[in-house]
């Protein structure tokens, strides 16, 4: 069935180095794939979205490139910031549907 | 900004009991969903409802009811309330592709 996959429950970084997030997905539609963000004691936020086969999409500093042949779209910085100590899931929608469906979410925290 | 209200913010209730959670959305979203959110699980589609009068099952909608009465409320019922339906609730309204969705501050229940 349609699935997000999200291998790392929990990463944590020093401040200034960077990060990547994977993100998995399967599906036999049209994919369109999010990264949402959390940070916490807040609601979950768009961060940044994508349809385009081999097109990086990026929104404050983060960056995402969807590649099609190996069903990823794993979530990068070059660069964290402590405020970037957060919940990020990725999510899924397929072409004919308005539903997303999230992976499991990665907690990133990002240490002085 | 969009804007998602819940009500109420916390909630505990006993096993056996009828719990209302609220939503109210002035984007004039047609759509417009509940999930909830577990440590390990990410977010899990409860219910969605495309417009007034609809609601749809989600991919968890065992033990829960949903009631969507106008455009703006979307309401989540739980007949009978039991410990493992403790969480914390979250109500979203999406555009009309359900791509970005605006999630509200969410709810935290928990059934004794």
């Known amino acids: 069935g349609d699935s997000v996959t999200q291998t790392e429950g929990l990463v944590t970084l020093t401040k200034g180095l960077p990060v990547m997030l994977n993100c998995t997905y399967q599906?036999?539609?049209?994919?369109?794939l999010f990264w949402y963000v959390q940070h916490l004691n807040e609601a979950p936020k768009l961060l940044l979205k994508?349809?385009?086969?081999?097109k990086r999409t990026e929104h404050q500093g983060f960056y995402a490139t969807l590649h099609k042949s190996s069903s990823s779209f794993h979530l990068q910085k070059s660069s964290v910031q402590l405020s970037d100590s957060a919940l990020y899931f990725c999510a899924l929608r397929m072409s004919n549907y308005n539903v997303l469906y999230f992976g499991s979410g990665t907690k990133l925290t990002v240490e002085p | 900004e969009a804007a998602v209200t819940q009500s109420p913010r916390n909630k505990v209730a006993v096993t056996g009991g009828k719990v209302t959670l609220s939503c109210n959305q002035t984007n004039n979203h047609n759509n417009m969903y509940w999930y909830r959110q577990d440590t390990g699980h990410g977010l899990r589609l409860i219910h969605y409802s495309y417009g007034a009068g609809s609601t749809e099952k989600g991919d968890i909608p065992d033990g829960y009811k949903a009631s969507r009465p106008s455009q703006e409320n979307f309401s989540l019922i739980l007949e009978l309330a039991t410990p493992s339906q403790t969480s914390v609730y979250f109500c979203?309204?999406?555009?009309?592709?359900?791509?970005?969705?605006?999630f509200g501050p969410g709810t935290r229940l928990l059934v004794l």
């Open positions: 994508s349809s385009t086969d081999n």
């Open positions: 979203a309204s999406g555009d009309a592709k359900g791509d970005t969705q605006y």
């Open positions: 599906t036999t539609y049209s994919p369109f």
